[in-house]
């Protein structure tokens, strides 16, 4: 499947500029978000009493809205089109004023959440900030955190939490049980709130996949499922985490965010595989050894393996790299949520600055359910080449490089594709076989073989008095393979031709043509 590109950038825009300046007015200032795959052209009256721009502007794309006391109309350009070849099409076309990108405006305003604008840069070093402003999620999507469990009680996550009326939904693998799976170490709380911490709920954080409408509402699109594969201790075992991970899959879960690692084994390798198989997306930490060694699960084929970057684009000094990671998101000094309560590893109740690729793997994770909550028909395979295709560069660390770069949430949005539009309907066929029954001293009967296309519902009846003159619709009746045109004069020869009109309001092309003479 082919990706578009998201908004304009900077480069695009430039390049629309050079294009318009050549006889229509061009806009483009570079620093702005735009809405991916449109563009705004000015008409001239002229054009549009005519008709010739709308017209000509099928060339590019379609015409999806029309200001008319503007003298304006918002274009869908095809996908097979860039911005800038559709830009230089409509620009030389006769009666336009200008061409320029859709830009997206928001409110004059950051989320609520105290802490989003001084402690919080990886949501905007990602700009998942501008991803919420063209975020219009259709389908519920859940995160499966399988890590230490998750304080549900956090005024920042419990609306967050994925319940079954008041029961949560979760599980413990230590005690191979459903449970709310509490976090008694405080490492998947901090990860829970990267990915899905409430936004504009006037507390704390803003998660990457944390909207949720007005404050304080339960209409979130995102929920997080808390899955303890892992000790109070930080450590558990390969059959422990292999079943929060097939659990996860089984219980409704959509992407599986494993902040943990290790070495590899046959039973963890078949649990990732048995995630990808029923739909689940694995993002996975790539390890903070510093090294290329692979690191498991993070190195499996099914997997996304994520470095972690710092708040200047450079790779952190401890994060994992090599071929086998795939991208890389912020990690360095990520300030996130924490248990309300003492918990093992003895972070700071609430909220704690922490630094690993554990905090890089649950911005990739909220980047997931952001795109598949907007774009339900996409495939996990459709997702997560959305987030590898649609990075913007880092700074390696003394040479160490990965496969992809760094992810940007904006970007994978605007890459993410409509739906194919159904099928045009089609035309049926024509009948066949019309002849001329019987003739009278003021009728003609005609004959012919209904079209073969479902949903006929009528045919059409046209007539002349030349072959080769005009052939006017005498009559619309209901589908049938017989007419009697009658009330003619004597001794005059017509000729005709019928039509089949299907239920979508459609009309097949001419039958043969046949002529007959009154007595």
């Not at 030389?92 to 004059?108: D, K, S």
């Not at 419990?158 to 079954?164: G, Y």
């Not at 952190?316 to 248990?339: D, E, H, K, L, R």
């Not at 209904?450 to 619709?473: E, I, L």
């Amino acid at each position: 499947m082919k990706h578009r590109r998201s908004g304009l950038s900077a480069v695009t825009l430039a390049l629309i500029a050079l294009v318009l300046c050549a006889g229509a007015l061009a806009q483009a200032p570079v620093q702005y978000p735009c809405v991916p795959g449109e563009l705004i052209v000015g008409y001239t009256d002229q054009a549009d009493r005519i008709g010739s721009l709308r017209q000509a502007a099928t060339l590019v794309g379609d015409i999806v809205e029309t200001h008319r006391g503007l003298g304006v109309h918002r274009i869908k350009v095809r996908g097979n089109m860039s911005l800038e070849q559709a830009a230089a099409r409509l620009a030389h076309m006769p009666g336009v004023r200008f061409v320029e990108p859709n830009y997206i405006l928001t409110i004059c305003a950051t989320p609520n959440d105290p802490y989003f604008a001084g402690s919080q840069y990886g949501p905007k070093k990602i700009q998942a900030d501008l991803a919420w402003g063209i975020w219009t999620p259709v389908a519920p999507v859940v995160v499966a955190i399988v890590d230490t469990g998750i304080d549900n009680t956090h005024p920042d996550l419990t609306n967050k939490i994925l319940r079954n009326g008041s029961t949560i939904v979760g599980f413990n693998a230590l005690l191979d049980a459903p449970a709310d799976a509490l976090d008694d170490h405080g490492h998947g709380t901090h990860c829970a709130g990267i990915a899905a911490a409430q936004i504009n709920n006037g507390v704390g954080i803003a998660g990457i996949a944390g909207w949720d409408g007005s404050a304080g509402s339960d209409t979130s699109f995102v929920k997080l499922m808390p899955v303890k594969v892992l000790s109070q201790w930080g450590s558990g075992n390969t059959t422990d985490v292999a079943q929060g991970i097939t659990w996860a899959a089984d219980n409704g879960a959509d992407v599986i965010s494993l902040s943990l690692g290790g070495g590899g084994s046959t039973t963890l390798a078949s649990a990732v595989s048995y995630a990808w198989s029923k739909g689940c997306i694995v993002v996975v930490a790539a390890g903070n050894s510093g090294s290329s060694t692979p690191s498991y699960p993070a190195a499996y084929p099914e997997s996304l393996a994520v470095a972690a970057t710092d708040s200047t684009d450079t790779l952190c000094s401890f994060s994992n790299y090599g071929s086998w990671v795939q991208v890389a998101a912020p990690g360095g000094a990520i300030f996130s949520t924490t248990p309300t309560y003492s918990a093992t590893a003895g972070y700071s109740l609430n909220y704690a600055t922490l630094s690993g690729t554990s905090m890089a793997c649950p911005h990739v994770a909220g980047e997931a359910a952001l795109i598949w909550s907007k774009s339900p028909f996409l495939t996990n395979a459709d997702v997560k080449a959305l987030i590898i295709d649609n990075t913007d560069p880092y700074t390696p660390y003394s040479g160490r490089t990965i496969a992809g770069g760094r992810v940007n949430v904006y970007k994978a949005m605007g890459g993410t594709v409509e739906p194919p539009p159904p099928p045009a309907p089609e035309p049926p066929a024509a009948p066949t076989t019309l002849k001329v029954a019987r003739t009278g001293t003021n009728y003609i009967k005609l004959t012919w073989k209904q079209s073969t296309s479902p949903n006929v519902v009528q045919n059409k009846v046209y007539r002349s008095t030349s072959s080769s003159g005009t052939f006017t619709c005498i009559a619309t009746i209901n589908a049938t393979t017989s007419y009697t045109n009658s009330g003619l004069p004597r001794r005059t020869r017509y000729y005709y031709k019928v039509t089949a009109v299907n239920s979508d309001g459609l009309e097949s092309g001419f039958s043969n043509t046949v002529s007959g003479r009154t007595k």
